[in-house]
Every structure is written in structure tokens, then in C-alpha cells.
């Protein structure tokens, strides 16, 4: 991608929103208005693969990220708190160690050879279009992804049986009372 | 396209998961019970077996996975522990007329099913040439356990599974945070062009190695990343418990196995130094950690920590490592599945304290007895199995290439604390006089007939693989050694 | 099959953010204007982003318009009335004097609610219409954006109109409006499944995820629109189409979210004047975007019935509005479904059938059974 006076402007409008919203995310003490600022965070992120070229995976960003996983949490916070709830309160020992650790995380970042050049591990974007996807996942070959492709069904599967079977609501009246009486004497 | 011989065991899984899920929605309530319980251990069983007898000479590929010899015995555990996992959740199944004092599973079908999808996703970590399917593979065998940790309807079984909800979300996080950064710095995400491309110089892949192995650490418990265990021990259901305490921990050092022998073998001494740093906390904080604990189950998640230090300790060394550490494992998880049989006896109609403990050897000499070698073993004292197991890691960590002997003078030590606190449960069982309160609240201690035999069986297998040259020497076979 | 004439250029970021490259004669003009004949600069560019900018404005507020005055002279109709007749020609301009009467009101606040995200929640449903309105070609140079991944960009940005309902409704602090949130949230997750599935059966249909080539792929006669041309599964899907995207725009029979005998207002209980206005706004922008991508996907979009006839604008008009006919006659003619009925519906009956009939639909297409 060559970069112009609009990609430049995009580029630091995008990471000044990821940051902010970032920040905003984790330091706001109403869950809902961390999960929104989360929300821009994320909208930020697909603005930056966007200008990469890569519209798939901002898409999917979007879909997957906003459209399910932060909308998720919302329901989730929906169900657990309403208005006047109290948060807990961070200590400031907490701060401290979250800030101590995201000191750590950028100067293991940063250690890295500021040096070095890092070419762009894919820079044709054909190889990102949803067609070459698609082809990659189904490729039984050793250069595609098949088995985990077909390994994730049985992980969606279980993950989905699982969660209706604990989310079922029990019957009542369906506890297992002559078990009980029965179990015990043996 | 064949089929590789070796890779009939996981369609075999594959398809006895769906054959659990099946009969499980589909039959009759008296079919469903015979087929979804006994079909699955037999299952599981004949599964193990088919392991060994289609283990591969050398690596079979089909595309893009890859079946490894040295992966056979590790799949083999998987296959024993959820097997036996199976078998120890006899007593909180419906409909077999038992009960269990926090209650009963809410679906015995679903959790059987939920273990097979688990061991599934152990084979395919086991499998993986690539870090896609090695994440894809990790996740499958540990989102279940989140499921399978909920199955009981109390308390402590939410938090648990809330718990580990969170904190394997987070190791996963990391491990995807890792991997990302192993991408960027080696190009690819194969472990063939990753094992060239990811040499120790290059800071890009520092980051992605220690991330992935923060992931892992939380998988295998190992300190630091260990505040998670008790708590999940304590609250999961009896077999989970017992599944996450063994096969869990042996998909996660498969897997590690497998990415240091893979793509990190470049990293060399520096990677040594890691271990070294994980084995030495591990075994410390493990151990002063079971030093203070009243509950069974708790303390079974302070000595595991501790127990992978020792494992950790082997990872140091060099080509002894893989069948020593299979070795270790098989036996691992065969001491530990007889205490949590014990314990789910016990637990059936009392709290899992040592309190409770007292007085075992007199009302119920078997179990006692199964506890004590079960307590033997993980301390390592011969003629166990488990006295070899810790034998052989002790050699791995010296051989010569890798001579280290303050490592080993360490562990030594540590050996010899933990042994303090093993002796301690068999002094409750069988020493200590239970106070009056003890014993008026206990009732009599019921055991099912097929939990009777499966812990006999195993006490034999646990002094066979001890006593037994053969059995330790097929092992290192199998591991390709 | 026909093979599709259009072929999405391979552009690169910075020319495809100039929109109308070379398209309309107002276009150009800007670009004269600003020196730039050929390919656009900062300045012609941020001219033409406005003025697009304005024309969806001034479209979504028309389209509203007329959309409220087209129900409530159905509705009329429907109920053996006449509706309404004082303003203006047939009543015509009874809207724009509603539209007045909202913007004049108070906008008001409840004491205990939360401003940030009571004011946030009015303002997201339109944002994510007028995304929706830039993706959907309108005639065969009449389009804002054409990505690749049309169809993939309409379903992410289709999920998020929830958004708005929920967090609307947790900041208003009112049980009836959570209750209509929750059940939003709950309703549209589902449905969105279905919906998603009915896009991914044209996707396989006609290979392209490109709104434009499903467009020009549905040329010539209406036997070649996709509804008719899969037998059998188009007909199907269009069916299932029209059944989740009411259910997605919280229409009756799918209303829970606002169910007036049970909630009140549902998420708008406590919304007024200017906020409420936006939501209403966004309702019936909704309801035309739904109705034209189900005419861009199922009927041929732009594309006359017969080869004969020019192809334009007024052929997606005419098809969307048999669409929200569709949608208006259903509001008058169902009952509302319960919640847990409306959930059973979509699990139960939508989702297994919608997944055999994209089966089906790929037994066709293999077999090359289309006609």
C-alpha cells in the first residue's frame, strides 16, 4: 500500500481511536461504558486491517468481534446490573500492577531491534481474498488447513452441547429423590 | 490420498463421540445407560489399544498432520485417563441407584461425551504440524473441561467452572498473543519452516516463545501460573477433577514436547534456562503449598504443581526427555486416578477434608490401603512405579550435554519435602485415632463394584510398571527410544 | 451461469476511498473543479464524500417519509379507514407535520438514567443504515461503494443495529425498556443466524459476495432472478428471507421488543422528542434497506423482468416497495408472537430447514440443476 496524505490521516485517526477507547475500556467503572469503549476499540482495529487491504479480516472483525463477542458481553451486563449497581472499586494495588505489567509488555516490545526491518509477512492481498480462504481451509494438502478446519466443528459442537446442557433449566420436581433414599444404604 | 494406519485411532474417537452423542439423544433410558456409560470406557479402552498396535515405525503424514512414534504412549494416557474418568463418575450417574453427596451430574451423556471430545483434542495437539491446529487442538480439549467443571448443580461447582472459564481464556489469549508473534517473526506457521526460521536471536520470537509457554504453564499448573488449581480441584466434580489433574496436563506437555522439539529447537540453552527457572518455583511453591492443606483435593493440586517441576526438570535434558517423561506421565495419572477413586468413595457422603480421613484403614481396609500406594507412588518410593518414574526425569535432567546437577541436587530436595507430606495423609488414614466428632458423622463407606475393580487393577498396574523391567523398557520402546 | 461482466477493480486503499471514481457526471464536476481529472485529491474527494453524504441523508429522510405515510394509509385500508387525508394531497405531507411536531418537543431526560448511553443508543441505528444505504447498488452506475465483500459487510453491519436497542435500553433505567432490550438482543442474535444463511445460499448460488456481480448476474429475463432460477430453494429462501429480516426489523409478528400491551414502548419507553424521532427514523430506513437487499439478492435488483424493458433505478424501487407492502400487510394481519414462541420458531423450525434448503440448494447448484 503507498502511503498518502488520507492513509496517514486514516492510519493516526484509527490508532489515536484505539487507544483512547483502549484506555477508556479499562479505566471507566461502569461495565457497559467499558464494553462500548471496547466496541470503538475494536471498530478501530478493523479500520487499521482496512487500510491494509485486508477487508475480510476487518469484516470479520466486525462480525466477529462487535457483532458477537461485544454484544455478548452488553447482554451480559444487561442481566447482571442495572443502574445504581456498585462496581468494585480497583485498588490502587491493582494500578499499580497493571500498569507495572503493561510497562513490562512494552519494553519486551520495545526490546525488540527497533532496527530491524520486518517485511509484511503477506503483502499480496489476493492471498487474503475470502476465494483464497476458502480454498486454504478446505486444502487437504500439507499446505492447507483441513483437519483443524473439520476439528473445529467438533469444538463448536461440544462447546454448543455443553453450554445447553448447563444452561438447561432443571425440571422441578425432576431431582433424583429415590437415588437418594436408595444410595445411601449400599 | 490413504489413510494412515495410525490415524484410524482418532476417526475411532471421533466416531465414539458421536456414537455417546447419538444414543445418548436417541435411546430408550435402559439402552442409553448400558451403551453411553460402558460403551464409552470399553471404548476408550479398546481405543488404547488400537494406539499401540497401529504405532507408527516412523512418522505417518496425512496432509497437514502429522502421527509421531513418540507421541504413541501420550496418546495412550489420554485414552487410560479418560477411560478411568469414565469409570470414576459411575457413582454420579443417574440411574444407577447411587448417589453422591453433592448430588448427581446434570447429564451423565453429555459429560462422557464432553471427555471423548476432550481426549480428541489431546490427539490432535499430539498431531499438529502447524500452530492452527495445535491452538485448534489445545482448545478442544480444554473447552469441555469448562462444561464438564459445571456439571453439578452447586456452588462450588459454578465458581469452578467460572474460574477456569476465565483463566484458560486468558492462558488461551496468551497463547494466541504468542503465536502471532512466533507468525510475524518466522513466516509461516508450520512447524517445519518455524524449527528454520525461529533462531534465538531474533527478539520477535522471544516474545511469541514466552508467551506460548505462559499459555502452557497455565494448562500444566506450573508456578507461576498456578492460583487457578486448588480452587478448580476443589469445586469441579470428582471425575473432572481427576481428568483435569491427568490428561489435561499430559496434552499440555505433549504439546510442549512437541514445540520444543519442534520449532523452538533453535532456541536451545536459552530455552533451558526457562525450564530450569519453571522446574525450580514449581516444585517450591507446589510444595509449600500442599504443606498447609486440609482438603484432599486441594492438596492433590498443590503436589501436582508440584510434581510438573519435576517433569519440567526433564525438558532441560536431552533425548531421554520424551520416554521418560511418558513414562513419568503414565504413572502420574495411574497414582492419581487411584487417589480420586479413593477420595470419591470417601466423598460420596462426607466433605474430602483429612479430617474425615481418619480411621479409613479401619472402616474400609481396601481403600486404605489402595491410598497408600497411591500415596507411595507419587512420593516415589520403590518399589513403585512411581519411584522409577521419578528416576528416570532425574536422569533425563543429567545426561551428559546437560549436566544439571544443582537442578537435580534441588529437585533431590524437594523430593524429600514432598515426601514429608505424603507420609502425612498416610498417617491420617491409618495412625491418627479419629476424634469422636469424626466418626459419629460418617456413615459407611459405599464403593460400586466396577470402581472395586478398576482400583485393584490399577494398584496392580501401578506395582507391575514399579517391579516389572518389560513394562518400563515397552514404554521407552514405544517412545521411540 | 451467466459469467458476470463486472469485475470489482483491484484498487488499491487510497483510490478506493474516493468513491464515485469517474461514475457520475457530478463526480466529475467536483474533480474539474478541484484540477483533478484524473483520480481525485484531498479536496475533491471530501467535496464528493459530502455531497454523497447529503444525498443518503436526504434519501433516508424521504424514504422514512414516505414509508410512515405508505403504512398508515395501508393500515387505514387494511382496517376499513381511510387514513390520513387532511395534510396535504392523500394526507401526503401528515408525516412531515409529525416530523415537525417531534423535533419541536422537549427532549427530556429521566432524572436516574444513564446521559451517555441514553444519549449514545438514539444515534447508532442510523449510523449503521446509511453504512448499509453505501453498499447497495441502486442502478448500474448508481452506487456509493462496491467491496468486494458486500454481502459479508451488509451482515456485519446488520448485526450490529442491537446495539443500539440495548444499550439504549439499559440507559433509560427502566424495566419495560431492558425487558424490550433484552429481548432485542436475544431476538436478532438468533435470527441473525437464519439471515446469514439465506445470504450464504446467493453466495453459493452465484459465487460473487459482491452485490454489484449478484446483480449483473441475475440479468436478462425474471426466470434469471434467483428466486425462480434455483428451483425450489430459491423460492424457499426468499420465503425464509422475508420471515427473519421482519423478524430483524422488530415488526409484528415479531414485535416483542416493543409489545405496547406488554411493555409500554418496549427500548423507547423513555425516549421523546428528537431521540425517539431518530429511532422511529431509523425504523423505517431499515425496513426499506431489508427490502431492497432481498430485491438485490432474490429479485434481480435493478434489472428489468424482461430484456426488452431498460434496466434502472425505478426496477429496485418498484421490487423494494412490493417488499414493504409485504412487511406492512403481515403488521396488520398477524398477532404478535410470544418470546419464547418466536425463539422456538427460529431454533426449532428456521434454522434446521434454512440448513437443509442450503443443502438442497448445493445438490443443485453440483448438479448443475438451475434454470
Same mark, same amino acid.
Given at each position: 500500500m503507498e502511503a498518502t496524505l488520507t492513509t496517514d490521516i486514516l492510519f493516526y485517526l484509527f490508532s489515536a481511536a484505539i487507544l483512547g477507547c483502549g484506555l477508556m475500556a479499562v479505566t471507566v467503572k461502569n461495565l457497559l461504558h467499558s464494553a462500548i469503549a471496547l466496541m470503538g476499540c475494536l471498530f478501530g482495529t478493523a479500520g487499521l486491517f482496512l487500510l491494509l487491504d485486508h477487508e475480510f479480516v476487518a469484516l470479520m472483525q466486525i462480525l466477529v468481534y462487535i457483532g458477537g463477542v461485544v454484544i455478548f458481553i452488553i447482554y451480559a451486563v444487561l442481566l447482571t446490573t442495572h443502574l445504581g449497581t456498585r462496581y468494585l472499586p480497583a485498588s490502587t494495588l491493582k494500578y499499580i500492577s497493571g500498569v507495572t505489567l503493561a510497562a513490562i509488555v512494552l519494553?519486551?516490545?520495545?526490546?525488540?531491534?527497533?532496527?530491524?526491518?520486518?517485511?509484511?509477512?503477506?503483502?499480496?492481498?489476493?492471498?487474503?481474498?475470502?476465494?483464497?480462504?476458502?480454498?486454504?481451509?478446505?486444502?487437504?494438502?500439507?499446505?492447507?488447513?483441513?483437519?483443524?478446519?473439520?476439528?473445529?466443528?467438533?469444538?463448536?459442537?461440544?462447546?454448543?452441547?455443553?453450554?445447553?446442557?448447563?444452561?438447561?433449566?432443571?425440571?422441578?420436581?425432576?431431582?433424583?429423590?429415590?437415588?437418594?433414599?436408595?444410595?445411601?444404604?449400599? | 490420498m490413504t489413510l494412515p494406519t495410525a490415524l484410524w485411532t482418532d476417526i475411532a474417537l471421533g466416531s465414539l463421540a458421536c456414537i455417546i452423542l447419538l444414543s445418548e439423544s436417541l435411546l430408550g433410558p435402559r439402552l442409553r445407560k448400558a451403551i453411553v456409560f460402558h460403551g464409552a470406557w470399553i471404548g476408550l479402552v479398546l481405543i488404547g489399544i488400537l494406539t499401540v498396535c497401529t504405532a507408527p515405525e516412523s512418522e505417518q503424514a496425512i496432509g497437514n498432520y502429522l502421527i509421531r512414534p513418540w507421541t504413541i504412549p501420550f496418546r495412550l494416557c489420554f485414552c487410560i485417563a479418560g477411560a478411568l474418568s469414565v469409570l470414576l463418575s459411575r457413582n454420579l450417574l443417574s440411574g444407577t441407584g447411587h448417589t453422591h453427596? %453433592?448430588?448427581?451430574?446434570? &447429564?451423565?451423556?453429555?459429560?462422557?461425551? @464432553? =471427555? *471423548?471430545? !476432550?481426549?480428541?483434542?489431546? $490427539?490432535? +495437539?499430539?498431531?499438529?504440524?502447524?500452530?492452527?491446529?495445535?491452538?485448534?487442538?489445545?482448545?478442544?480439549?480444554?473447552?469441555?473441561?469448562?462444561?464438564?467443571?459445571?456439571?453439578? %448443580?452447586?456452588?462450588?461447582? &459454578?465458581?469452578?467452572?467460572?474460574?477456569? @472459564? =476465565? *483463566?484458560? !481464556?486468558?492462558?488461551?489469549? $496468551?497463547? +494466541?498473543?504468542?503465536?502471532?508473534?512466533?507468525?510475524?517473526?518466522?513466516?509461516?506457521?508450520?512447524?517445519?519452516?518455524?524449527?528454520?526460521?525461529?533462531?534465538?536471536?531474533?527478539?520477535?520470537?522471544?516474545?511469541?516463545?514466552?508467551?506460548?509457554?505462559?499459555?502452557?504453564?497455565?494448562?500444566?499448573?506450573?508456578?507461576? $501460573?498456578?492460583?487457578?488449581?486448588?480452587?478448580?480441584?476443589?469445586?469441579?466434580?470428582?471425575?473432572?477433577?481427576?481428568?483435569i489433574a491427568s490428561s489435561s496436563k499430559a496434552a499440555g506437555l505433549a504439546g510442549l514436547i512437541l514445540l520444543v522439539y519442534g520449532p523452538f529447537q533453535q532456541l536451545g540453552a536459552d530455552l533451558e534456562n526457562i525450564f530450569m527457572f519453571l522446574a525450580i518455583i514449581s516444585m517450591t511453591i507446589g510444595n509449600l503449598g500442599a504443606l498447609r492443606q486440609k482438603r484432599f483435593n486441594r492438596f492433590m493440586a498443590w503436589s501436582s504443581v508440584a510434581q510438573i517441576g519435576f517433569v519440567l526438570m526433564a525438558l532441560t535434558g536431552g533425548d531421554l526427555a520424551i520416554p521418560s517423561i511418558a513414562f513419568y506421565l503414565l504413572v502420574y495419572i495411574i497414582g492419581n486416578f487411584i487417589a480420586f477413586f479413593v477420595v470419591n468413595c470417601l466423598a460420596s457422603n462426607r466433605p474430602e477434608t483429612f479430617s474425615n480421613m481418619r480411621g479409613l484403614s479401619k472402616q474400609s481396609p481396601l481403600l486404605a490401603l489402595c491410598l497408600l500406594i497411591s500415596m507411595f507412588s507419587l512420593a516415589g518410593i520403590p518399589p513403585l512405579g512411581g519411584f522409577f518414574g521419578k528416576f528416570e526425569l532425574f536422569l533425563a535432567a543429567a545426561q551428559p550435554g546437560h549436566e544439571h546437577f544443582y537442578l537435580i541436587l534441588f529437585a533431590a530436595i524437594n523430593a524429600v519435602v514432598s515426601l514429608y507430606y505424603y507420609m502425612i495423609v498416610v498417617k491420617d488414614i491409618y495412625i491418627t485415632e479419629p476424634t469422636h466428632a469424626d466418626n459419629s458423622t460418617c456413615p459407611a463407606i459405599a464403593i460400586l463394584p466396577s470402581q472395586r475393580l478398576t482400583l485393584v487393577v490399577l494398584v496392580i498396574a501401578i506395582i507391575v510398571l514399579g517391579v516389572w523391567p518389560a513394562a518400563h523398557s515397552w514404554i521407552f520402546t514405544l517412545a521411540g527410544s | 451461469m451467466d459469467t458476470s461482466t463486472h469485475q470489482p477493480v483491484q484498487q488499491s486503499v487510497a483510490e478506493r476511498l474516493d468513491p464515485h471514481t469517474a461514475t457520475t457526471p457530478l463526480g466529475d464536476w467536483v474533480r474539474e473543479l478541484c484540477d483533478a481529472p484524473d483520480g481525485g485529491n484531498l479536496l475533491s474527494m471530501t467535496i464528493n464524500v459530502i455531497i454523497i453524504i447529503i444525498a443518503i441523508c436526504a434519501f433516508s429522510s424521504l424514504t422514512a417519509m414516505v414509508l410512515v405515510w405508505m403504512e398508515r394509509k395501508l393500515a387505514g385500508r387494511f382496517q376499513r379507514r381511510l387514513g390520513p387525508t387532511r395534510t396535504g394531497p392523500f394526507g401526503l405531507l401528515q408525516t412531515a407535520a409529525d416530523g415537525l411536531k417531534l423535533f419541536l418537543k422537549e427532549g427530556f431526560r429521566p432524572n436516574a438514567s444513564d446521559p451517555f448511553t441514553y444519549y449514545l443508543a438514539p444515534l447508532l441505528p442510523l449510523t449503521g443504515a446509511f453504512m448499509v444505504l453505501a453498499v447497495i447498488p441502486f442502478g448500474p452506475s448508481m452506487w456509493i461503494a462496491d467491496p468486494e465483500l458486500g454481502l459479508i459487510f451488509i451482515s456485519a453491519i446488520a448485526g450490529l443495529g442491537v446495539l443500539a436497542l440495548l444499550i439504549g435500553s439499559w440507559g433509560s433505567n427502566n424495566k419495560y425498556s431492558l425487558m424490550g432490550g433484552l429481548r432485542a438482543g436475544a431476538q436478532a442474535i438468533s435470527y441473525e443466524v437464519s439471515l446469514i444463511l439465506c445470504f450464504l445460499l446467493i453466495v453459493l448460488a452465484s459465487g460473487e459476495t459482491n452485490l454489484l456481480n449478484i446483480v449483473e448476474g441475475q440479468q436478462g429475463n425474471f426466470w434469471n432472478w434467483w428466486i425462480i432460477k434455483l428451483p425450489g430453494a430459491g423460492f424457499i429462501a426468499f420465503i425464509f428471507f422475508i420471515i427473519t429480516s421482519t423478524a430483524e426489523l422488530n415488526r409484528t409478528p415479531f414485535d416483542t421488543t416493543e409489545a405496547e400491551s406488554e411493555l409500554t414502548g418496549g427500548f423507547h419507553t423513555e425516549y421523546s422528542g428528537i431521540a425517539f424521532s431518530m429511532f422511529f427514523l431509523a425504523e423505517y430506513v431499515h425496513m426499506f434497506i431489508a427490502a431492497a437487499i432481498g430485491a438485490t439478492l432474490f429479485l434481480g435488483g435493478y434489472n428489468a423482468p424482461f430484456e426488452f424493458l431498460p434496466d434502472g433505478w425505478w426496477w429496485l424501487m418498484a421490487k423494494s416497495y412490493a417488499i414493504i407492502f409485504l412487511y406492512i400487510w403481515f403488521r396488520w394481519t398477524f398477532p404478535r408472537l410470544r418470546i419464547d414462541q418466536l425463539m422456538a420458531l427460529e431454533w426449532k423450525f428456521l434454522l434446521p430447514l434454512s440448513l437443509i434448503n442450503l443443502v438442497f440448494a448445493g445438490i443443485l447448484i453440483a448438479m448443475g440443476w438451475i434454470l
Open positions: 519494553g519486551l516490545v520495545l526490546h525488540i531491534d527497533p532496527q530491524a526491518t520486518h517485511t509484511a509477512v503477506n503483502p499480496d492481498r489476493t492471498a487474503t481474498t475470502i476465494d483464497a480462504i476458502g480454498y486454504r481451509l478446505l486444502d487437504g494438502s500439507t499446505n492447507g488447513f483441513l483437519i483443524p478446519f473439520e476439528v473445529i466443528s467438533v469444538l463448536l459442537l461440544s462447546a454448543m452441547i455443553g453450554a445447553a446442557t448447563i444452561a438447561k433449566h432443571q425440571k422441578p420436581g425432576a431431582t433424583n429423590d429415590e437415588d437418594e433414599t436408595g444410595g445411601s444404604a449400599s | 453427596r %453433592r448430588g448427581l451430574l446434570v &447429564s451423565g451423556g453429555v459429560h462422557i461425551f @464432553l =471427555i *471423548i471430545c !476432550s481426549t480428541l483434542g489431546m $490427539f490432535v +495437539v499430539t498431531g499438529a504440524q502447524d500452530l492452527i491446529t495445535f491452538l485448534v487442538g489445545i482448545e478442544l480439549a480444554t473447552i469441555p473441561l469448562y462444561v464438564q467443571a459445571a456439571m453439578l %448443580r452447586d456452588d462450588f461447582s &459454578s465458581e469452578a467452572s467460572a474460574k477456569y @472459564l =476465565i *483463566i484458560g !481464556s486468558l492462558s488461551t489469549a $496468551f497463547t +494466541v498473543f504468542g503465536i502471532s508473534y512466533l507468525y510475524g517473526a518466522g513466516n509461516s506457521v508450520h512447524f517445519d519452516t518455524l524449527a528454520q526460521t525461529l533462531t534465538a536471536d531474533k527478539h520477535f520470537a522471544w516474545v511469541g516463545v514466552i508467551f506460548v509457554l505462559a499459555g502452557i504453564g497455565f494448562k500444566l499448573s506450573a508456578a507461576p $501460573f498456578h492460583m487457578w488449581a486448588p480452587d478448580i480441584y476443589d469445586g469441579a466434580p470428582p471425575p473432572v477433577t481427576a481428568y | -
